[in-house]
């Protein structure tokens, strides 16, 4: 599907917050993909996938991860399974199944952005911040601060930054991440950070 069906297909699937959400997302991807060594239209259209399956149920969302990696659930805390965390891996098998896209870069960076695993991709690390930022309050200083690291290319400045606090809710969230990183991925080669 080429990349105008496909935001068409999304403005018509997603609700209008997560629509604006994944064309921001897709933006920054752009912006950041030469500084980080990605291919900028892999970047763009893991960008503009990376909520599609937000327009499914909770319950959708995960039999749909359970029919595609059971042991990916079976690694997961309880606490954890929320759709922050399903969206990655749902949205990456939906858009391989259902709209037929192919890349292994684009579907890794989708499907490992949600859990930061232990050695992602530089895609699957700038869509991890790149969604965070649109996902934040635009009017926070904060975040400018963010957005200004990111574009510099100083990205493991800003993945430090959200690992020790999370911009939206300013609660410690970097053992979680660490710990998620530990569950999920069976690369996971020790405790360091």
């Known amino acids: 599907m080429e990349l105008h069906q496909l935001d068409t297909y999304l403005k018509a699937k997603l609700s209008p917050k997560n629509y604006d959400r994944s064309t921001y997302t897709a933006q920054l991807m752009l912006s950041v993909a030469n500084k980080f060594d990605f291919d900028p239209k892999l970047g763009q259209l893991a960008g503009t996938l990376h909520l599609v399956s937000r327009q499914m149920s909770y319950e959708a969302m995960v039999s749909y991860v359970e029919a595609h990696d059971r042991n990916l659930l079976k690694r997961i805390p309880k606490e954890c399974l929320g759709i922050y965390h399903l969206t990655g891996p749902a ?3 939906f858009a391989f199944e259902v709209l037929d896209e192919r890349s292994d870069d684009v579907f ?6 949600t859990f930061l695993y232990r050695d992602p991709s530089n895609l699957a690390k700038s869509l991890h ?3 965070i930022i649109a996902a934040a309050d635009q009017n926070d200083p904060r975040t400018a601060v963010l957005v200004c690291d990111f574009l510099s290319g100083r990205m493991e400045k800003v ?3 959200l690992n020790g606090r999370d911009v939206r809710s300013l609660e410690k969230t970097g053992a979680n991440v660490r ?3 530990r569950i999920t991925n069976p690369d996971h080669r020790g405790n360091n950070s």
């Open 91 to 93: 949205s990456a098998w």
């Open 179 to 181: 710990r998620l990183a």
């Open 159 to 161: 993945l430090k930054t």
């Open 129 to 131: 911040i790149a969604g």
């Open 108 to 113: 890794r960076g989708i499907r490992d952005h």
